[in-house]
Nanobody
Framework: QVQLVESGGGLVQAGGSLRLSCAAS????????MGWFRQAPGKEREFVAA????????AYADSVKGRFTISRDNAKNTVYLQMNSLKPEDTAVYSC?????????????????WGQGTQVTVSS
């Protein structure tokens, strides 16, 4: 069983920055593929970013490329999402997810464990 706990969400003005953290339990965190997803009210959950076990392979949604950066610290069992140049359309609940298989994928159903999520609100 893997437990994921997100933190770092909040209210920020457009153009601002936030860094989300996701702390994971489990001795084998370093082997997990990790992803960030978001869900805005009335919309489906969408992929944001993902990283493989080492951080050497990453993927981003087109909407966040160049603004968001995913990274991980395996010594701390933590994955991060640095969000810069935030826009009102980035407002959503952001959740991290862990996948036990090594490939970086963008489909939510291919992830095995999920955190509760943290709210990010960007005001205009």
């Amino acid at each position: 069983q893997v437990q994921l706990v997100e933190s770092g969400g909040g209210l920020v003005q457009a153009g601002g920055s936030l860094r989300l953290s996701c702390a994971a339990s489990g001795r084998t965190f370093r082997t997990y593929t990790m992803g960030w997803f978001r869900q805005a009210p009335g919309k489906e959950r969408e992929f944001v970013a993902a990283t493989n076990w080492s951080g050497g392979s990453t993927a981003y949604a087109d909407s966040v490329k160049g603004r968001f950066t995913i990274s991980r610290d395996n010594a701390k069992n933590t994955v991060y999402l640095q969000m810069n140049s935030l826009k009102p359309e980035d407002t959503a609940v952001y959740s991290c997810a862990a996948r036990l298989q090594p490939a970086v994928v963008i489909t939510p159903k291919q992830y095995d464990y999920w955190g509760q999520g943290t709210q990010v609100t960007v005001s205009s």
